[in-house]
């Protein structure tokens, strides 16, 4: 299984330094049966941009960390049955607790178990940014003009 997982507005102390948050990535993958056995740091072309790859066996875990943007796109692949990817997923996004998220779900083992092999997609908002949008929604539907 294939998750891609798309965070924004992620808490900056976990995004400044690389270090800690690969430390923390491969404990929270040791945790959840995902094996890593190598991992790799990659500077992006401004200082302050970052790859993380991590090996495992059966698998990967990639993130593109940004954190003067606070986003972080992550992928999360295994085929090893003992790993659980989806609570692997779950916990990295408690960690950087992002504003917003975009989880996708691809099954890339079997092609031929599933008819329709579109992408399962999730999203989440916190409540301020829901109850932000329902006010500002509600202030254009009061001062629109109205007719007589």
Do not use: W
């Amino acid at each position: 299984m294939l998750i891609a997982i798309d965070m924004y507005n992620c808490k900056e102390e976990h995004l400044e330094d690389s270090r800690v948050l690969s430390e923390s990535i491969v404990g929270l993958a040791e945790k959840h049966g995902m094996a890593p056995h190598d991992t790799q740091i990659y500077p992006e072309k401004n200082a302050l941009d970052y790859a993380l790859f991590i090996a495992c066996y059966g698998g990967h875990i990639t993130f593109h960390v940004y954190p003067d943007r606070g986003y972080v796109g992550a992928d999360v692949f295994t085929i090893d049955e003992a790993a659980d990817p989806d609570r692997f997923a779950r916990a990295i996004t408690k960690f950087l607790d992002p504003d917003r998220l975009k989880v996708t779900y691809v099954e890339r083992q079997d092609y031929g178990r599933q008819k329709d092999m579109k992408p399962r997609h999730r999203t989440r908002s916190k409540t301020i940014n829901r109850m932000r949008k329902v006010n500002e929604k509600f202030m254009q539907f009061m001062l629109r003009p109205r007719s007589m």
